[in-house]
């Protein structure tokens, strides 16, 4: 008898699912920062098929740290457009150091498909953390905030529509 209850804890031991210890991200995002071991001023940018600058050289704002989220890589180009060699594609969890010289990077959720983006838009990741300059820098249109309530009817058409998620572009720099 003690060895059946032996036994059956055993296999139900063995059976049970562990949690999965697998950091989260959001595929294709990137985390950059100013100096070696993701120290510095450091950035989190969303995913963009957009190419993206360093930062200037000059004021030695580049990126030292480098690190796409789960499920995605980056792929690091010679020149400040994304065109040229490709220098080295970076997956997570990314370079906390000795990161090559390089022109410009792209970051996607598929590895082949950022050497096969070439579509020049250039969006700057420099270290300095700003937002867009007609941006409200307290992200006005937020929850409870009186812009948001100046187009809450606006807004329940849409949600009712299926655009649950929020809208963007009522006003330039507003996040509703």
Not at 21 to 50: H, I, K, M
Request: hydrophobic fraction near 30%; proline fraction near 6%.
């Amino acid at each position: 008898m003690i060895l059946l209850v032996i036994v059956l804890i055993a296999v139900l031991c063995t059976a049970s699912a562990h949690p999965s210890l697998q950091r989260r991200g959001l595929p294709g995002a990137v985390y950059t920062c100013t100096e070696e071991n993701f120290r510095g001023d450091c950035q989190w940018s969303s995913p963009t098929n957009r190419c993206r600058l360093p930062g200037p050289a000059i004021l030695n704002s580049g990126i030292k740290s480098l690190g796409p989220d789960p499920g995605g890589f980056c792929t690091l180009y010679e020149k400040f457009d994304c065109t040229g060699q490709e220098i080295q594609t970076i997956q997570f969890p990314g370079l906390s150091a000795q990161i090559p010289k390089f022109g410009s990077f792209r970051c996607s959720t598929d590895r082949d498909q950022t050497a096969k983006l070439s579509n020049g838009n250039v969006d700057s990741t420099s270290s300095t953390k700003t937002l867009h300059p007609f941006a409200d820098p307290r992200l006005a249109g937020g929850v409870g905030s009186m812009e948001r309530n100046n187009h809450i009817d606006e807004i329940g058409k849409m949600e009712r529509d299926g655009f649950k998620e929020g809208l963007i572009g009522l006003k330039k720099g507003i996040y509703y």
